[in-house]
């Protein structure tokens, strides 16, 4: 039968229906069928603009039903103060992998920051020891909230350090979280001190040179490296992906746009040398931590499945509950 019509969904709509913890599950949920190999290959287009830059990520995923998602996103760092406009923006559109109908377009800033921050929660889950009881954030923007707040659902986090080159963000996350997730949060100015005392560091800024250098890091340590989703940006030092264990979301994707596309550049390692997917430690297929010493990269450009996976959550949720307005384009 015909839908009604297309659903349309702000971003105050998908903040609404779409909780964290409901996000991690569809994410987690997303990475096993695509480490079973159950999943068509998701894509990716990227266009450089002169400020910034726009990118296409698609998936299909067969679910309740089959979802088709295409995500069309723009990233412009300096757009806040420029613009006063937000670094992402963008829709989603969700289609019947049957047939093709729109189904939903949505705001994608919340997608974005929900299921980016729900792949770091669960790749800690699978890869971090499981008494971490620090961590540092670097990048005092939404994804540095998020990332924090998935971190607390999966580990007993107690003690967190806060990093930004603007220090009002910064205490503006530790003012919030803080009493929201019931931690003691302290902003720092100097990172190697943080770093070294934290069990998991989450970097998640629009850097385009290393930060996190390979003496910084102890052992044990789990990294989500978030921030590089295109060949520029880059936070970590390649040396700190050599000898230690390296994890990616799509292999194909991070050797393009991740921090594994420089550190190959750098002659540091070889793809070879990564040790699987994370959808692969999420299935069984592979184990994740193996011994309590060993440093744990994720390398997370954004896998387009998240994608799918949270907008689908998201529009069966709006349906459920008759959220958002509909629209039939076809008249």
């Known amino acids: ?70 995500k069309v996103n723009a990233n412009f760092p300096e757009n806040a103060k420029r613009f006063g406009q937000p670094t992402i923006q963008g829709v989603v559109v969700l289609c019947d992998g049957e047939n093709g109908y729109p189904l939903a377009l949505m705001d994608s800033i919340e997608i974005t920051i929900q299921r980016t921050g ?10 971090a020891r499981s008494n971490s009881k620090t961590a540092t954030i670097c990048g005092c923007g939404n994804q540095g909230r998020v990332s924090l707040r998935a971190l607390t ?4 986090i107690e003690k967190a350090w806060v990093w930004d080159r603007d220090q009002d963000q910064a205490q503006g996350l530790a003012n919030e979280l803080a009493i929201h997730l019931g931690i003691d949060i302290e902003v720092v ?7 070294a ?14 930060f996190l250098k390979g003496d910084f890091v102890k052992r044990g340590t789990f990294i989500a490296a978030v921030g590089s989703d295109n060949p ?34 750098a002659g540091a390692i070889t793809c070879d040398d990564v040790y699987g997917e994370l959808g692969e430690v999420v299935a069984g297929v592979k184990a994740g ?18 994608d799918v996976v949270t907008a689908a959550a998201v529009y069966e949720k709006a349906v459920s509950e008759q959220a958002g307005t509909v629209i039939d384009f076809a008249h």
């Open 197 to 210: 005392q934290s069990d998991v560091v989450v970097t998640c800024t629009p850097s385009k040179q290393a």
């Open 153 to 156: 659902k999966v580990l007993p």
């Open 289 to 306: 931590r193996t011994t309590p010493d060993e440093i744990i990269i994720f390398d997370s450009t954004g896998m387009a499945l998240q």
């Open 1 to 70: 039968m015909k839908p009604d019509g297309t659903l349309v969904l702000t971003g105050r709509d998908v903040a609404a229906l779409l909780t964290i913890e409901e996000c991690m599950a569809a994410v987690e949920h997303a990475f096993k069928i695509y480490g079973e190999g159950k999943t068509s290959p998701p894509g990716i287009l990227g266009v450089h603009a002169r400020e910034g830059g726009f990118h296409i990520k698609a998936g299909l995923l067969e679910l309740r039903r089959s979802y088709f998602a295409a």
């Open 118 to 127: 729900a792949a770091t929660g669960i790749a800690a889950k699978y890869l």
């Open 232 to 265: 520029e940006k880059q936070e970590v030092e390649p040396v700190l992906l050599s000898g230690n264990k390296l994890v990616v979301d799509v292999l194909e994707q991070c050797a393009t746009i991740g921090e594994l596309h420089h550190a190959v550049d």
């Open 189 to 195: 100015s100097e990172l190697q001190t943080a770093v």
